[in-house]
T-cell receptor
């Protein structure tokens, strides 16, 4: 079935360090891909998305490119801030004319120290 | 900015009791979802709801679960006879039409079954 695999966490970085969180997905059909972020005590918020191969989603300095050949959607940021500390979830939906249920990865806890 | 709200934020119940979790989706959205996250595990899809009926459900969503949109505003998840393993964070989400549109999530209800 559909699945998403994220790198194991937690990830601890110093401020201004480079961030990569790996994500791979099952290639069934033509999925849309998402990164959601969850700040402490809050719900999941969409960070960025990509709906077809080679699309690059970007927001708040974060980027991820939909790579069909490697079935990957890795999240990157060039210089993290303390305020980026949160849990990050990679997710896929079937795309097309589906009802759009999301399949999530296990989440990666990011902690950024000053 | 419109947002999805959920009540209560925390519900404690005894095993075998019925619980109703409530959600108010964003007002012009058409698709509604429930997800759950058992502590330390992935966010899992439970059910999607469109046009006043269930459009898709997971194997978790058995006969003990039901959903309703009683008044065109609220969207509820009922668990008829709670089990210990139902303890989790339950998230409601909604989205506008179109499979590529993002789902907006509520802050979640933490259900604890004793």
């Amino acid at each position: 079935g559909d699945s998403v695999t994220q790198m194991e966490g937690p990830v601890t970085l110093s401020e201004e360090a480079f961030l990569t969180i790996n994500c791979t997905y099952t290639a069934t059909g033509y999925p849309s891909l998402f990164w959601y972020v969850q700040y402490p005590g809050e719900g999941l918020q969409l960070l960025l998305k990509a709906t077809k191969a080679d699309d690059k989603g970007s927001n708040k300095g974060f980027e991820a490119t939909y790579r069909k050949e490697t079935t990957s959607f890795h999240l990157e940021k060039g210089s993290v801030q303390v305020s980026d500390s949160a849990v990050y979830f990679c997710a896929r939906s079937p795309g097309g004319t589906s009802y759009g249920k999301l399949t999530f990865g296990q989440g990666t806890i990011l902690t950024v120290h000053p | 900015e419109p947002e999805v709200t959920q009540t209560p934020s925390h519900q404690v119940t005894q095993m075998g009791q019925e619980v109703i979790l409530r959600c108010v989706p964003i007002s012009n959205h058409l698709y509604f979802y429930w997800y759950r996250q058992i502590l330390g595990q992935k966010v899992e899809f439970l059910v999607s709801f469109y046009n006043n009926e269930i459009s898709e459900k997971s194997e978790i969503f058995d006969d003990q679960f039901s959903v309703e949109r009683p008044d065109g505003s609220n969207f509820t998840l009922k668990i008829r006879s709670t089990k210990l393993e139902d303890s989790a964070m339950y998230f409601c989400a909604s989205r506008w039409s179109g499979p590529y549109n993002e789902q907006f999530f509520g802050p979640g209800t933490r259900l604890t079954v004793l």
